[in-house]
């Protein structure tokens, strides 16, 4: 069992590329199977042991507040008995008994760096996972703590090889990166997905207090800048679900019981 780093999940964008199926439903909400691809993110984090969670809420956050309110109603069998004295029976227990699940305002529009900023201020000092909640992948979460601490970084984010639709990095030979570009027209070879981990002093220093700003551009290019940032690099499966295209994808993926990112009974 790993150490109980906390990991803040970034939840609070609109979607838009996916809005035709969205509209009413913020993204992470979006099911893979029976469940939103949110809870298929955590049972990663905690298939390694990682059970500490802060949800950056934004935009239609309070779906996601209720359904983590009622989550042991909505995935569980229960009796009720009703009157004076009424109770809730749940008749089977889950896996998710160890999970704990903070969630924060982060603004309505606020952009990630901010998000993460605002999640972070809810948490005491040492290291903090951050991720996107909008994305799966067959990571190794543990080798990846172990991979930020060796290299003795501010920063790790997991490099990967998706389309090249992406922002991309630029990795030197002893796994920094040398650059860090938003979404240009030419290929450098691997983008940032996700599944990053900051120590607080990047957080604290990097992201402004006066401006809302991007995790992806700012403070990530002043951390390249200083040498700050490791690149973590993952050569399996990955993939976001941005469109509705890429949510079939995962969907059938998941229902042909291949689903590469499910390590968990």
Known sequence: MSEQIPTIILCGGRGTRIREVSGVVPKPLL????????????KL?????????????????DTIREFFLHYDALTSDFTITFGTGGRVEY???????????????????ALTGTRVRRAAGHLGPGPVMVTYGDGVGDIDLSALLAFHRHHGR??????????GRFGELRIDGDGLVEEFAEKPQTSLGAINGGFMVFEREAIDRYVPEDADVMLEREPLAALVADGQVAAFEHDGFWQPMDTPREQELLNALWAS?????KRWN
């Open 91 to 109: 008749l089977s227990p889950h896996s998710e008994e160890d999970w704990r699940v903070t969630c924060v305002d982060t603004g309505l529009d």
């Open 45 to 61: 984090y905690s298939s390694w042991g990682f059970n500490d969670f802060i949800l950056a809420l934004g935009w239609l956050g």
């Open 154 to 163: 501010l920063a790790t984010v997991t490099a990967v090889r998706p389309p």
């Open 31 to 42: 099911p893979i199977g029976e469940r939103p691809i949110l809870w298929h993110i955590m």
């Open 257 to 261: 019981g291949q689903a590469p990112w």
